[in-house]
């Protein structure tokens, strides 16, 4: 027979946890809600408002490229979200994942509007192996491995290559001392057509696209080069097969070690930045010297720059190519002032304005050159380039296409030049650069015509000079005025008609 004082010790202890709130019996935990934005600059008015046991939590947008939103919860509560469109829709995405990194949701490009769930809390979900960034299997340098994505549900990453429909896997290996990696993915027997992404960030929840490939190996196969990344840094690798394709293939990480320039039969750009990060935008002040003997001659790293030896600004070029693992690169040459100086670099004519073309997606190294020289074969003005080494802060970068920015100029593109005040008869008919790039509201205006293959797309031509910020309205109603009624005779059923085709808009030669 059990004693009084033991019985009110029961007794007490069961008042107790009736008085406990019921929230701290329950395992709580933070889920991650992911929002992205592929182009970099934001939702543009869309955004997606999270909803707690029916309670508003907060209304959030991607900033810039993307950011994280942390939703403390408890199991069995309920998360719904709520996506209100903005502009610009296929740019945006988001994830919904657990604490242990589990995909729980995800939408996009062109996220469903309105109300996605509930989705019932659970702290205890924990990912398969290599099922997402936070369960990434481990490689390690100089090591093949057989992969097999099969029966992978996938971690809702979407990859900025290739055909993606889920069953991806994850890796994850460490950077060597060369601080330059190789990825390949090859046949085992299974899988003929794969997609590689490397993302990058210090934590699985929190990761930044990298290089992105989908056949630059043999067949349709995979391949990746980095370089000049920080030894010991850690690689998280998304692997999957095109279209949603499952199977085994082989996947390599190699280490190619160190390349160390001594001499070229091309140029040699050498570039030093005293310490400083080449960015996007603004040119930072760098050094640069250029060694070139003359067409045909060995150029040795040893010899005098007699080509050039001075000063540049120098940033960081273009949208895509900018993600490359080979950046590409704008600068001008500058005098001891800071001014623009024209010089003929590696026997071009004289200018200030110039270009590093990234050779990366071209294996050949010769498209950039080809296409410039078909061009000027044809009677038209096309930027010279010429292949070139480059060197920064003493780090081999490969080789790249050196040559002219294109830009109004007697000994570049020739065409008229155009102010802010010539707004009405010859004087707004330009010349005008227009180029299909990234775009957004600011920079360019949509064409009334899209792509025959393609009805669907949204087409923009990007204002390139007089630039964005320059251009006035009635300039751009001339320019797009004027392309719309040659797309417009383009697509018109007197497309060939001398008087009313598209011969009265362009000047085609013939």
Same mark, same amino acid.
């Given at each position: 027979?059990?004693?009084?004082?033991?019985?009110?010790?029961?007794?007490?202890?069961?008042?107790?946890?009736?008085?406990?709130?019921?929230?701290?019996?329950?395992?709580?935990?933070?889920?991650?809600?992911?929002?992205?934005?592929?182009?970099?600059?934001?939702?543009?008015?869309?955004?997606?408002?999270?909803?707690?046991?029916?309670?508003?939590?907060?209304?959030?947008?991607?900033?810039?490229?993307?950011?994280?939103?942390?939703?403390?919860?408890?199991?069995?509560?309920?998360?719904?979200?709520?996506?209100?469109?903005?502009?610009?829709?296929?740019?945006?995405?988001?994830?919904?994942?657990?604490?242990?990194?589990?995909?729980?949701?995800?939408?996009?490009?062109?996220?469903?509007?309105?109300?996605?769930?509930?989705?019932?809390?659970?702290?205890?979900?924990?990912?398969?192996?290599?099922?997402?960034?936070?369960?990434?299997?481990?490689?390690?340098?100089?090591?093949?491995?057989?992969?097999?994505?099969?029966?992978?549900?996938?971690?809702?990453?979407?990859?900025?290559?290739?055909?993606?429909?889920?069953?991806?896997?994850?890796?994850?290996?460490?950077?060597?001392?060369?601080?330059?990696?190789? /990825?390949? =993915?090859? +046949?085992?027997? #299974?899988? $003929?057509?794969?997609?590689?992404?490397?993302?990058?960030? *210090? %934590?699985?929840?929190?990761?930044?696209?990298?290089?992105?490939?989908?056949?630059?190996?043999?067949?349709?196969?995979?391949?990746?080069?980095?370089?000049?990344?920080?030894?010991?840094?850690?690689?998280?690798?998304?692997?999957?097969?095109?279209?949603?394709?499952?199977?085994?293939?082989?996947?390599?990480?190699?280490?190619?070690?160190?390349?160390?320039?001594?001499?070229?039969?091309?140029?040699?750009?050498?570039?030093?930045?005293?310490?400083?990060?080449?960015?996007?935008?603004?040119?930072?002040?760098?050094?640069?010297?250029?060694?070139?003997?003359?067409?045909?001659?060995?150029?040795?790293?040893?010899?005098?720059?007699?080509?050039?030896?001075?000063?540049?600004?120098?940033?960081?070029?273009?949208?895509?190519?900018?993600?490359?693992?080979?950046?590409?690169?704008? /600068?001008? =040459?500058? +005098?001891?002032? #800071?001014? $623009?100086?024209?010089?003929?670099?590696?026997?071009?004519? *004289? %200018?200030?304005?110039?270009?590093?073309?990234?050779?990366?997606?071209?294996?050949?190294?010769?498209?950039?050159?080809?296409?410039?020289?078909?061009?000027?074969?044809?009677?038209?003005?096309?930027?010279?380039?010429?292949?070139?080494?480059?060197?920064?802060?003493?780090?081999?970068?490969?080789?790249?296409?050196?040559?002219?920015?294109?830009?109004?100029?007697?000994?570049?593109?020739?065409?008229?030049?155009?102010?802010?005040?010539?707004?009405?008869?010859?004087?707004?008919?330009?010349?005008?650069?227009?180029?299909?790039?990234?775009?957004?509201?600011?920079?360019?205006?949509?064409?009334?015509?899209?792509?025959?293959?393609?009805?669907?797309?949204?087409?923009?031509?990007?204002?390139?000079?007089?630039?964005?910020?320059?251009?006035?309205?009635?300039?751009?109603?001339?320019?797009?005025?004027?392309?719309?009624?040659?797309?417009?005779?383009?697509?018109?059923?007197?497309?060939?008609?001398?008087?009313?085709?598209?011969?009265?808009?362009?000047?085609?030669?013939?």
């Amino acid at each position: 027979m059990m004693n009084s004082t033991f019985m009110r010790g029961i007794f007490l202890s069961a008042l107790v946890l009736l008085f406990i709130p019921q929230k701290l019996l329950t395992q709580c935990c933070d889920y991650t809600l992911i929002l992205q934005d592929e182009y970099g600059d934001g939702w543009n008015g869309a955004e997606l408002e999270v909803f707690i046991n029916a309670e508003s939590f907060g209304v959030f947008s991607a900033e810039e490229f993307g950011n994280n939103v942390l939703l403390p919860t408890c199991n069995g509560e309920e998360i719904t979200l709520n996506y209100s469109t903005g502009e610009y829709e296929n740019e945006n995405s988001y994830l919904l994942l657990a604490s242990g990194g589990v995909l729980v949701h995800s939408d996009g490009p062109e996220p469903s509007e309105g109300e996605s769930g509930p989705f019932i809390a659970d702290c205890d979900l924990e990912p398969a192996p290599g099922a997402s960034p936070c369960s990434a299997m481990q490689l390690t340098p100089d090591e093949c491995i057989s992969a097999d994505n099969s029966a992978v549900v996938g971690s809702g990453y979407t990859p900025n290559c290739s055909e993606y429909d889920g069953g991806d896997i994850w890796y994850s290996i460490g950077v060597p001392e060369s601080g330059n990696l190789v /990825f390949q =993915t090859a +046949d085992n027997g #299974g899988m $003929n057509d794969t997609g590689i992404q490397l993302w990058f960030g *210090e %934590e699985c929840f929190s990761l930044e696209d990298g290089p992105c490939d989908d056949d630059g190996g043999t067949g349709y196969f995979s391949f990746i080069t980095v370089s000049n990344l920080t030894p010991g840094e850690i690689i998280y690798v998304q692997l999957w097969g095109y279209g949603g394709a499952e199977g085994s293939f082989e996947l390599c990480a190699l280490d190619p070690g160190i390349v160390e320039l001594e001499q070229s039969l091309l140029p040699i750009f050498l570039i030093e930045t005293n310490g400083e990060e080449i960015l996007d935008e603004p040119k930072i002040d760098a050094s640069l010297k250029v060694i070139y003997n003359g067409l045909g001659e060995v150029n040795f790293l040893a010899d005098e720059p007699e080509n050039y030896n001075g000063q540049i600004g120098i940033e960081i070029r273009g949208a895509t190519s900018a993600g490359y693992p080979q950046t590409p690169y704008s /600068f001008e =040459t500058r +005098d001891a002032l #800071g001014e $623009n100086n024209n010089v003929s670099l590696v026997d071009m004519p *004289e %200018e200030n304005d110039w270009v590093l073309l990234s050779n990366y997606n071209d294996k050949v190294l010769m498209r950039n050159l080809l296409a410039s020289h078909l061009f000027e074969r044809m009677g038209e003005y096309a930027p010279r380039v010429r292949l070139c080494e480059v060197q920064i802060n003493g780090d081999y970068q490969g080789i790249y296409a050196f040559g002219e920015k294109i830009k109004v100029d007697d000994g570049r593109l020739d065409i008229a030049t155009l102010n802010v005040t010539e707004n009405d008869g010859d004087d707004v008919t330009g010349g005008y650069i227009l180029e299909l790039n990234y775009h957004n509201s600011q920079n360019s205006w949509e064409l009334n015509n899209t792509s025959l293959n393609h009805p669907d797309f949204d087409v923009h031509l990007v204002y390139k000079y007089p630039k964005p910020e320059v251009i006035t309205e009635p300039q751009k109603e001339y320019i797009a005025s004027y392309v719309d009624s040659m797309e417009t005779a383009l697509y018109g059923d007197d497309f060939m008609s001398m008087d009313e085709g598209y011969r009265n808009y362009m000047d085609i030669n013939f």
